[in-house]
Antibody
Framework: QVTLKESGPGILQPSQTLSLTCSFS??????????VSWIRQPSGKGLEWLAT???????GYNPSLKNRLTISKDTSNNQAFLKITSVDTADTAIYYC????????????WGQGTLVTVSS | DIQMTQSPASLSASLGETVTIECRAS??????LAWYQQKPGKSPQLLIY???SLHTGVPSRFSGSGSGTQYSLKINSLQSEDVASYFC?????????FGAGTKLELK
């Protein structure tokens, strides 16, 4: 059974760096064809894809966030991570990690999400 | 970036009705489209992939169709548990982009 769970700081101040962890079970990020992504959703609004990391360590980023994003993984501990630098109030959102289907491009499995609030 | 224009933004329908939600891409996405259902306070759940393939476990009253730049999600015989927001997403090209969503309510 595939499960994913996000964790984060809850609240942080503008200009700080946001660090998020996705802990998962039921699959390995060393298995060919597996990729994990981060997606966020401001309250009451739509979804925004942020970044993806795959089994062979390839990475993709949303250029709208320019150079603020870094995605990484710890295969041994079944975790994926996302860092967002220089946060501001516009980064307040629920952050989801999601796994694509095997050798697929759509998001077949989602975590429950973690709320991040940026406030001074 | 490929822009996804979803309509309508909100929809009110009666139990047993058939509803259709549309999604238009700013360029041809060659059926690289998924539909997700999101209930209040929950994470999105995959309904349809490759524009018209039903995800495992999804009721057959949901169906997807379309090609090129125009796609649609149809829900036959609306049930109370279908009250949710629905999002389309293109995965033909990076960055993946989503429609703004359709909020479906019961009349």
């Amino acid at each position: 059974q595939v499960t994913l769970k996000e964790s984060g700081p809850g609240i942080l101040q503008p200009s700080q760096t946001l660090s998020l962890t996705c802990s998962f079970s039921g699959f390995s990020l060393s298995t060919s064809g597996i990729c994990v992504s981060w997606i966020r959703q401001p309250s009451g609004k739509g979804l925004e894809w942020l970044a993806t990391i795959c089994w062979e360590d390839s990475k993709g980023y949303n250029p709208s966030l320019k150079n603020r994003l870094t995605i990484s993984k710890d295969t041994s501990n079944n975790q994926a991570f996302l860092k967002i630098t220089s946060v501001d109030t516009a980064d307040t959102a629920i952050y989801y990690c999601a796994r694509r289907g095997l050798w697929a491009l759509w998001f077949a499995y989602w975590g429950q999400g973690t709320l991040v609030t940026v406030s001074s | 970036d490929i822009q996804m224009t979803q309509s309508p933004a909100s929809l009110s329908a009666s139990l047993g009705e058939t509803v259709t939600i549309e999604c238009r891409a700013s360029e041809d996405i060659y059926n690289g489209l998924a539909w997700y259902q999101q209930k209040p306070g929950k994470s999105p759940q995959l309904l349809i992939y490759n524009a018209n393939s039903l995800h495992t476990g999804v009721p057959s009253r949901f169906s997807g169709s379309g090609s090129g730049t125009q796609y649609s999600l149809k829900i036959n015989s609306l049930q109370s548990e279908d009250v949710a927001s629905y999002f389309c997403q293109q995965y033909y090209d990076y960055p993946y982009t989503f429609g703004a969503g359709t909020k479906l309510e019961l009349k």
